[in-house]
């Protein structure tokens, strides 16, 4: 998926939100495509149709990522520990250790989620945030850098800026847009 292709990956699961064959699992690729692109608002509206549904991949992720944007730390730790198998879990338990303050354990987690997912340009940009508040200034932006050009899945627009930003607050690279 392109940067730019979250739209389209959003349409197609709007398109799929009245057919039988979609199910709940359009409800999640919805969340996700919301939330990458920063329509938090329509992220809490889907994520109603799953609030049910534990059993679908994802679908406690993004749920995790919602509690987290309301600052419930426990209850995205639980939701995140529910696939914390997957790197995307991991990932989510490392941004709620950042926000704990617990960088050391966060750097951990975050490490362990690259390694199950070495390209996740979701992983790279955690990676790079925890890097910068623990002060490794040069791994911070290495990770920066990498989260914008090998992404798989990629950043979206909103995300790059955010990476973008936080390179120049580092006084590093400047990848282009």
Same mark, same amino acid.
């Given at each position: 998926?392109?940067?730019? &292709?979250?739209?389209? @990956?959003?349409?197609? @699961?709007?398109?799929?939100?009245?057919?039988?064959?979609? *199910?709940?699992?359009?409800?999640?690729?919805?969340c996700?495509?919301?939330?990458r #692109? *920063?329509? %938090?608002?329509?992220v809490?509206?889907?994520?109603?149709?799953?609030?049910d549904?534990?059993?679908?991949? *994802?679908?406690?992720?993004?749920? =995790?990522?919602?509690?987290?944007?309301?600052?419930? #730390?426990? *209850?995205?730790?639980?939701d995140?520990?529910?696939?914390?198998?997957?790197a &995307?879990?991991?990932?989510?338990?490392?941004?709620?250790?950042?926000?704990? =303050?617990?960088?050391?354990?966060?750097? @951990?987690?975050?490490?362990?989620?690259?390694?199950?997912?070495?390209?996740? =340009?979701?992983?790279?940009? @955690?990676?790079?945030?925890?890097?910068?508040?623990?002060?490794?200034?040069?791994?911070?932006?290495?990770? %920066?850098?990498?989260?914008?050009?090998?992404?798989?899945?990629?950043?979206?627009?909103?995300?790059?800026? &955010?990476?973008?930003?936080?390179?120049s607050?580092?006084?590093?690279?400047?990848?282009?847009?």
């Open positions: 998926m392109e940067a730019g &292709e979250y739209g389209l @990956a959003l349409m197609d @699961a709007e398109a799929l939100r009245d057919s039988a064959s979609a *199910g709940p699992s359009a409800a999640v690729m919805r996700t495509c919301y939330r #692109l *920063g329509n %938090f608002e329509r809490d509206d889907e994520l109603v149709a799953l609030l549904r534990e059993d679908l991949p *994802g679908a406690a992720v993004e749920r =995790g990522y919602a509690r987290l944007r309301k600052g419930d #730390l426990n *209850g995205a730790a639980e995140f520990a529910r696939e914390s198998e997957q &995307e879990g991991m990932c989510g338990l490392a941004l709620v250790q950042l926000r704990q =303050g617990k960088l050391r354990e966060a750097q @951990a987690r975050i490490q362990a989620a690259l390694k199950r997912a070495p390209h996740n =340009g979701e992983c790279l940009m @955690a990676a790079g945030q925890i890097l910068m508040l623990l002060g490794l200034r040069g791994d911070a932006a290495a990770a %920066f850098e990498q989260a914008l050009g090998v992404g798989r899945p990629p950043l979206s627009k909103r995300e790059a800026e &955010e990476v973008r930003e936080s390179l607050r580092l006084g590093g690279g400047t990848s282009a847009a």
